[in-house]
């Protein structure tokens, strides 16, 4: 007797979980009907690989932790420009037309099942406006952060102080190529530090406090034995899909030595002394409509007196931008001032900015322009200058 095959018995296995309910089917409609399951989950699989963006049976390359942590993610971003023009404020004096990448950054990020999240940057073009040359890649953000209370994360590594609204945003999400020369000269860049940030009050009140060396990004050493403090607080009146209002105010104190700062009269844009600075910035989005508006001011007492044995500085911006095309064309204007010294006349830095932003896929895939109108006091190669950039986030 003609013992039944494997693929028999199996097929009369599965039969009433696959199969309608039939009189004794044969083997060759159990197949047929087999055989059409498996072209509709091939069908449905090839479906699901052209909606992801998969290419024949080529599947994309996933991060796979190395350690016990519950995921990485590995992302970055491109940031191409093209400058043209004159030196619409001093970050341009000397600066020729040119092409260059403004950044060029890749990150490793991952987090814990404890609570424990963490980010390593690398910025493979210096991230600087100057004509510079030989960049090499540098650390830019890294931190560990213990997020187990939603009132009190507390992040240690690279970061930016709790100072400046516009500093303190995206590099990949601000309305213009560029912020403001008064953020870039009043406010701090990225440092070792330790921070405590926190939402209150169903996230109506955040708030976010650092502690840090004070003496710029990737310097383990400290400029002196005391850090630079800095805090900032915000209040969200209104929070709904198409308005919310933010209002925030900051501050920063610290005790400088040797600490760069351009555009102040100092020997060498060398600053040793002590800084109180101050802050206030307003966000508004209302549909279509983004406003928002900042003002800085800082009291510097330099140790050698000079140019003055104190001096204070400030600047505002105030932007509007509005999407012409919803989600596609957004149009940008901002206004801006920068006072290096109130105490001196005439010497007050005035700047005009319009702007075309087109979003071939949200801030992914984003294409900018921008025309500056400038006047610098004393200057003969101030005026306008055109900024173009490309940006790709991955």
Avoid at 3 to 32: F, M, W
Avoid at 87 to 106: C, G, H, L, N, Q
Wanted: proline letters at 4%; one cysteine or more; hydrophobic letters at 40%.
């Amino acid at each position: 007797m003609k013992k039944p095959s494997c693929l028999a018995l199996l097929l009369a296995i599965l039969s009433p979980a696959c199969l309608p309910a039939q009189t004794n089917p044969g083997i060759e409609e159990r197949l047929k009907a087999l055989e059409q399951q498996v072209q509709g989950l091939a069908k449905e699989n090839a479906d699901l690989k052209q909606q992801l963006g998969w290419k024949g049976a080529a599947a994309p390359v996933l991060p796979q932790p190395g350690g016990k942590e519950t995921k990485v993610i590995v992302g970055g971003f491109l940031q191409g420009q093209a400058e043209f023009g004159h030196a619409s404020d001093p970050r341009w004096t000397a600066v020729k037309d040119r092409f260059f990448f403004r950044r060029a950054r890749i990150y490793l990020a991952g987090s814990f099942a404890e609570d424990f999240d963490f980010k390593a940057e690398l910025d493979l073009q210096g991230n600087t406006l100057g004509a510079g040359t030989g960049q090499l890649a540098r650390a830019n953000e890294i931190y560990i952060n213990w997020r187990k209370y939603p009132f009190a994360n507390l992040r240690f590594g690279q970061l930016k102080p709790a100072f400046g609204g516009e500093a303190l945003a995206s590099d990949t999400n601000i309305f213009t190529v560029e912020r403001s020369l008064s953020n870039d000269r009043l406010t701090d860049g990225r440092q070792l530090a330790a921070s405590v940030a926190g939402d209150l009050f169903g996230k109506k009140l955040s708030y976010l406090a650092v502690v840090a060396n004070g003496n710029g990004a990737n310097v383990s050493a400290n400029d002196n034995s005391k850090f630079s403090k800095s805090a900032r607080l915000v209040y969200t009146p209104v929070a709904t899909a198409t308005d919310k209002l933010m209002v925030a105010v900051d501050g920063l104190w610290t005790e400088d030595t040797n600490a760069a700062k351009s555009d102040f009269g100092l020997p060498g844009n060398l600053f040793t002394g002590s800084r109180r600075m101050s802050g206030v910035d307003v966000t508004w989005t209302h549909g279509r409509l983004d406003l928002n508006a900042e003002w800085l001011h800082g009291t510097f007492k330099p140790v050698a007196a000079v140019p003055a044995a104190k001096f204070e500085a400030e600047g505002w911006q105030a932007t509007a931008a509005y999407f012409l095309i919803p989600a596609k064309l957004r149009a940008v204007v901002r206004e801006e001032s920068f006072d290096p010294n109130t105490a001196t006349g005439g010497n007050t830095i005035r700047t005009t900015t319009i702007g075309l932003n087109y979003y071939l896929k949200g801030e992914d895939i984003k294409f900018m322009v921008d025309y500056l109108n400038g006047q610098v006091p004393g200057s003969n190669t101030d005026g306008s200058r055109i900024l173009s950039r490309v940006q790709v986030v991955f």
